[in-house]
């Protein structure tokens, strides 16, 4: 199956235990389709994935893939810091179902291009499903470089990247570099266009959870040749873009936006909390201009 150009990295709901929601997690899903995403990222950073044990992965990867059939992509996130780890976890991911599956950085290790090129590797090798690796140094403290990147982009089922260096010179220098079957989504939401711009595919994004109408316009204007309604959308939403990407760590602001939009995806899993009450009430405020209504089963409308 097709990827997609606008993936959302989804969150996880958890009911009032904080045992995974896995009825809400479909019902968003396929809302995220709904308003206009190509595939989701299932158990990503974003999901919490570093709270949820590998059965409550492998259980998200199966019920949502069941959930959306061949309406789109299930990308499973099954990258960790551990190579075997997550060796395994990208073979349950496949027999469960799941469309490809997305790989971060190692983090905290801090292993050197070699031990980032091997890990990837290892992993791509095990499985036959798309490979997308995900470069966010901010959260890793280390930079999966251009020539890493381009020796992994010979390997078969390597999909791409998800990049969110924030780097324009670096990412313009691996879409010239690597082979065009190698992808470049970007990591950051506000980056979607500029990204583009350089010969960027998409975007995995997570600001899609409200705005996915409008980022799937941007990409399809601009494809289409109309860059000046690709830009005056970007520009009318950059400002709620940054704010749920900043105000707090990913995924706090869209998630507690979500739940007060009307949606029930329920808290967080330590060690994440609830912003305090002046960064909710800044989330809050900013979504207020832009008129959305989020209600599942209905397209959020941002004006």
């Known amino acids: 199956m097709e990827l997609g150009r606008l993936l959302t990295a989804m969150i996880t709901p958890f009911d009032d235990g904080g045992k995974v929601d896995y009825e809400q997690a479909k019902r968003l899903a396929l809302t995220l389709l709904d308003c206009g995403s190509d595939g989701l990222v299932v158990a990503g950073t974003t999901g919490e994935s570093p709270t949820l044990t590998r059965d409550e992965k492998v ?32 073979r349950e991911a496949e027999r469960a179902g799941a469309d490809g599956v997305l ?48 020796r992994l982009a010979q390997i078969p089922n390597m999909a791409g990247v998800k990049e969110a260096s924030g780097d324009l010179q670096q990412i313009s220098q691996i879409i010239e570099d690597a082979p065009p079957t190698y992808r470049v989504w970007s990591g950051d939401d506000q980056m979607l266009l500029p990204v583009m711009s350089v010969g960027g595919y998409g975007v995995v994004g997570v600001s899609s959870h409200l ?59 330590l060690p994440l909390v609830d912003p305090n009450e002046a960064s909710g009430r800044h989330i809050m405020d900013e979504i207020a201009k832009h008129k959305i209504d989020f209600v599942p089963g209905k397209r959020g409308v941002a004006v």
Do not use: C, W
């Open 211 to 269: 705005v996915g109408v409008q980022m799937r316009r941007i990409i399809s204007a601009y494809l289409e040749g109309n860059v000046e309604e690709a830009s005056a959308i970007h520009r009318r939403i950059l400002p709620l873009l940054i704010t749920l990407m900043t105000t707090m760590v990913n995924p706090i602001p869209i998630k507690f936006a979500l739940r007060h939009l009307g949606f029930p995806t329920g808290g967080f899993r």
């Open 103 to 150: 790989l971060t950085t190692p983090y905290y290790s801090r292993p050197p291009q070699e031990g980032l090129y091997r890990h990837f590797a290892a992993i791509a090798e095990v499985t036959s499903l798309p490979v997308i690796v995900y470069n966010i140094p901010s959260r890793t403290a280390v930079n999966l470089a251009v020539e890493t990147q381009v």
């Open 59 to 90: 259980r998200l990867f199966a019920e949502v893939k069941a959930a959306v059939g061949n309406r789109g992509a299930v990308v499973a996130g099954t990258g960790t810091y551990d190579t075997a780890e997550s060796i395994e976890l990208t």
